[in-house]
């Protein structure tokens, strides 16, 4: 084979869960169209969004895929999973019940996405909301450390680190 117009090309998968209400939607609303939207409504089924980065001269594209925290509103959830390199694994920053459940969202990314090389990121996001935090950066990070994950705090409100969350783990996948 070998044509000319076989051009380099990279499409990588990247999922985004968490519980409802996190800001899975504005962090990828953020990401792909500097869009915060702040009365979104809960998301239902999937949504896929595809965010160009260029990387040692080469362009990466990621698709990146955001379903509903509720379990009511999701879709087939190994479909969901299926293919990803990449995770963002989110919580809330001023709700502690959203940090308790990132052990079971790593648990399903685990059990329908065994593969050992997903790219997996810890968010933090709402770090705007400090005056009424209820987990500390700390917290955070010691748990990311645990369990093999970066960290970052983000917030999709005031733009804190949301491309460089992105980016850190379409990287990592490259
Ligand atoms: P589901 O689709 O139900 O799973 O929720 P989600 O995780 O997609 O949350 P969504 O992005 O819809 O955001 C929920 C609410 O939090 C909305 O009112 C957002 O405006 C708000 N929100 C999202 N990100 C931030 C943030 O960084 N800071 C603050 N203060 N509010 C945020
Ligand atoms: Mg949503």
Redesign the pocket.
Known sequence: GGGEEEAEEYLFKVVIV?D????????LSRYARNE????????IGVEFQTQSMAIEGKEVKAQIW?T???DRFRAVTSAYYRGAFGALV?YDVSRRSTFDSVARWLDELNTYNSDSTVAKMLVG??C??SAIREVSIEEGKRFAETEGLFFME????NCTNVKTAFEIVIKEIY
Not at 20 to 27: E, H, I, R, T, Y
Not at 154 to 157: E, R
């Open positions: 968490g409802s209400a996190v800001g899975k939607s504005n962090l915060f939207d702040p009365h979104s409504k809960a998301t955001d509903a925290g509720q989110v996001n709402k705007d909301l983000t917030s999709a409100l």
